[in-house]
């Protein structure tokens, strides 16, 4: 079992930064795939980055490729998600998600994605 908490979301205007961040409980972690999802009003739950237990490898959609990093913290149990340049169709409430699959298996359906956190909301004004 995985309890996961995000942090660090917000309101910025257009071109800001934030950093979000998702802590994790439970010792089996670092075998985990994690990902970062965003949900607009009237959405769907979308994949916007993942990343490999050890982080070797990540994964972006392409809409924020270049601007947004995503790394994780083994040791401290943490996920981050660098968000630089935001635009407001950044827009949303952002959730991460830890996979008990591997990467290549876990892709970006969050149906293959087993604990969620509650979400942070980030809203980008222009």
Known sequence: QVQLAESGGGSVQAGGSLTLSCAASGRAYSTYTMGWFRQAPGKERDLV???S???TMTDYVDS???RFTVSRDNAKNTVYLQMNSLKPEDTAVYYCAASKLGYATAGSSPRMYDYWGQGT?????S
Not at 121 to 125: A, D, E, G, K, L
Request: aromatic share 0%; hydrophobic share 35%; charged share 15%.
């Open 64 to 66: 924020v490729q270049g």
């Open 121 to 125: 909301q980030v809203t980008v004004s």
């Open 49 to 51: 980055a993942r990343i």
């Open 53 to 55: 237990p050890r982080g």
